[in-house]
């Protein structure tokens, strides 16, 4: 059980540069989400999932896609990198209780990435 | 709109000295508040959920607690090992609704 995982650990984009940082879980978890971390800022919700095909924004979405197609993986694609997101990305997955909502979000070891 | 506070921002203690970190919230219903850890260079570890006012919870040296208002991270005799980042969220009322975060308090425990 490797709990939740991403790739890459470090990544160094250019201007206007694209990519897609992964994640996946192994808990059959229903709810994921990905964070930024910057620092005096705290953790900021970017996008989340309640389940396969299902997305919604949080915080801070612009310039940021999701998608999920599995229960297991929730993508997290650069459009056109911007210096402004230069930032450790989390991904996180919970299970989700009816009457309790979530409980118990668990945190990869995230991505740092660097936009120059 | 749902909100944390968290204080003090940063707190240095001696090996020993016990301790309380802080954690307000204004949430339009309280489903439930988390604690964090996390180290540098690492993602937050989950430590634990309160769900209710009086409720409290215990690991090792942290106990957390909660009122209406505000959240408790009691650290008794801490050692160097405690040193971390501790970070507090709430979930409000509506099921699929975010954990909205506070921007942690930074605990250094001098040997």
């Known amino acids: 059980n490797a709990g939740v995982t991403q790739t890459p650990k470090f990544q160094v984009l250019k201007t206007g540069q694209s990519m897609t940082l992964q994640c996946a879980q192994d808990?059959?978890?229903?709810?994921m989400s990905w964070y930024r971390q910057d620092p005096g800022m705290g953790l900021r919700l970017i996008h989340y999932?309640?389940?396969?095909?299902?997305?919604d924004q949080g915080e801070v979405p612009n310039g940021y896609n999701v998608s999920r197609s599995t229960t297991e993986d929730f993508p997290l694609r650069l459009l056109s990198a911007a210096p402004s997101q230069t930032s450790v990305y989390f991904c996180?997955?919970?299970?989700?209780?009816?009457?309790?909502?979530?409980?118990?979000?668990?945190f990869g070891p995230g991505t740092r990435l660097t936009v120059t | 709109e749902d909100q944390v506070t968290q204080s003090p921002e940063a707190l240095r203690l001696q090996e020993g000295e016990s301790s309380s970190l802080n954690c307000s919230y204004t949430v339009s219903g309280l489903r439930g508040l988390f604690w964090y850890r996390q180290d540098p260079g690492k993602g937050p570890e989950f430590l634990f959920t309160?769900?209710?006012a009086g409720e409290e919870k215990e690991k090792e040296r942290l106990k957390a607690t909660l009122t209406k208002k505000e959240s408790f991270l009691h650290i008794t005799a801490p050692k160097p090992e405690d040193s971390a980042t501790y970070l507090c969220?709430?979930?409000?009322?509506?099921?699929?609704?975010?954990?909205?975060f506070g921007k942690g308090t930074r605990l250094s425990v001098i040997a």
């Open positions: 309160l769900y209710s």
């Open positions: 808990m059959n978890h229903e709810y």
């Open positions: 999932s309640v389940g396969a095909g299902i997305t």
């Open positions: 996180a997955s919970s299970s989700i209780n009816r009457d309790r909502g979530r409980y118990e979000q668990y």
């Open positions: 969220a709430v979930q409000g009322i509506s099921g699929n609704t975010p954990l909205v």
